[in-house]
């Protein structure tokens, strides 16, 4: 039973989560219902038509914010190729007239439907907690959706009861409003009936790319690593240890120091040696699996960082290596750059899916062209099929979400 009631406390505020998110997309698809209709009101004059390609890229835009949102719950949404130059080319595209279409059933259907949402809630708070303030209002009246007059304490528990039932609804039958909300998503944002596959090829495609170029730079990261410092160390230890030999024979208390020399030189080679096997793949992930690891890297940051993991079984290695990597990049950056005073990591564990969140308050606008390593970071998660999202607005806080596929 214990189970049960957590698990459908976490249902409901998940369909929460989506009903809310659907209430904002459906706000921006209802700014992008008005201006369509100025434009159309302008086109009498001419001057409209000048307005169509801007006006249908607003709408992709909105149509675009609602695939990212259905994605991240459920079945992946696919957005189609952008919009083609020229009104009439765009008229003609059948995507665009599937947004045209789908932009005012959200901005009315979803509109509602998140309001209903999100009213459950507060209408349960409100009249479960209203026999405690029932006496500040006034004599006979009660909260909203309440048709009898309240004249006592039995009214007002009456009323609380009523409560309960909100309550029950949200829990039952969150997820159903959910769905009903993301339908007319779902059916007109989707790609049309064939072309899945061909916009899978092309993003995967894509990700192939990225994960080619990512590991060209891993392999030249690796190559300038063992160049720079491992080979310069074996070559200083090799001229020290031909100079100790000539001077053993005319000083050997010289050739003594070069031979400490050469030892001192030997063991800073064998050190940044370690340091360039672990930047490949961390023997901690063998030994101590993922958890270990964070445990090791938020140990180790110089931010006070709290840790949430649970990873109730073992992930493929590489999938391991990659998230050890994602965070490790990302406590840097908010080491470095963000001006934070505390990260908070969490890894979880969901169906197949690993879920990594590395969030810190610093003051935000971080940038993936601005050479902090996001941008290698989306790409070693893109070559995985894996998802990367960075939430960071001026002032703070930063926030970076990846999942990654779990295959065994």
């Not at 959910?178 to 596959?197: E, F, H, I, K, N």
Request: hydrophobic share 50%.
């Amino acid at each position: 039973m214990r189970r049960f009631a957590r698990d459908r406390a976490r249902a409901a505020v998940d369909a929460l989560e989506h009903l809310v998110g659907g209430l904002g997309t459906s706000v921006l698809a209802l700014g992008a219902v008005f201006w369509l209709v100025i434009v159309l009101l302008l086109c009498v004059g001419g001057i409209g038509l000048l307005l169509i390609p801007g006006a249908l890229r607003i709408v992709r835009s909105v149509a675009d914010r609602e695939r990212a949102r259905l994605s991240r719950w459920g079945p992946e949404v696919l957005g189609p190729p952008p919009v083609p130059d020229g009104a009439l080319a765009a008229l003609r595209d059948p995507a665009v007239c599937r947004e045209l279409l789908w932009v005012p059933v959200h901005a009315t259907f979803g509109f509602v439907v998140g309001l209903i949402g999100l009213s459950l809630p507060l209408t349960a708070v409100q009249n479960l907690t209203f026999p405690l303030w029932y006496t500040v209002v006034p004599a006979g009246e009660g909260p909203s959706l309440v048709f009898w007059n309240i004249d006592g304490l039995a009214d007002a528990i009456a009323v609380a009861l009523t409560g309960l039932g909100w309550l029950a609804l949200l829990v039952f039958g969150g997820l159903w409003l959910a769905r009903v909300q993301a339908w007319p998503g779902r059916r007109l944002l989707a790609p049309a009936p064939g072309t899945d596959l061909s916009l899978r090829v092309v993003q995967l495609t894509a990700t192939r790319a990225a994960a080619l170029d990512a590991h060209a730079a891993e392999l030249r990261r690796i190559e300038r690593s063992l160049h720079d410092g491992t080979q310069n160390r074996l070559v200083a230890v090799t001229v020290l240890l031909g100079a100790a030999r000539r001077a053993l024979a005319r000083d050997p208390r010289a050739g003594g120091e070069l031979l400490d020399r050469a030892q001192q030189a030997a063991e800073q080679a064998l050190a940044e040696l370690r340091t360039v096997v672990r930047g490949i793949l961390p023997p901690v992930l063998d030994d101590r699996g993922l958890s270990g690891a964070l445990d090791g890297l938020v140990a180790g940051c110089a931010l006070p960082c709290r840790l949430e993991v649970h990873l109730p079984a073992r992930c493929a290695a590489s999938v391991e290596a990659t998230a050890y990597f994602v965070v490790a990049e990302a406590l840097t950056n908010a080491v470095k750059h963000s001006g934070a005073t505390s990260v908070a990591v969490s890894a979880r564990l969901d169906a197949d899916r690993l879920r990594l969140s590395v969030a810190d308050d610093g003051g935000g606008g971080a940038d993936e062209s601005a050479g902090t390593g996001l941008a290698g970071i989306r790409r070693r998660v893109e070559a995985y099929d894996g998802r990367f999202t960075l939430t960071s607005p001026p002032g703070g806080p930063t926030t970076m979400n990846v999942e990654l596929p779990c295959g065994s």
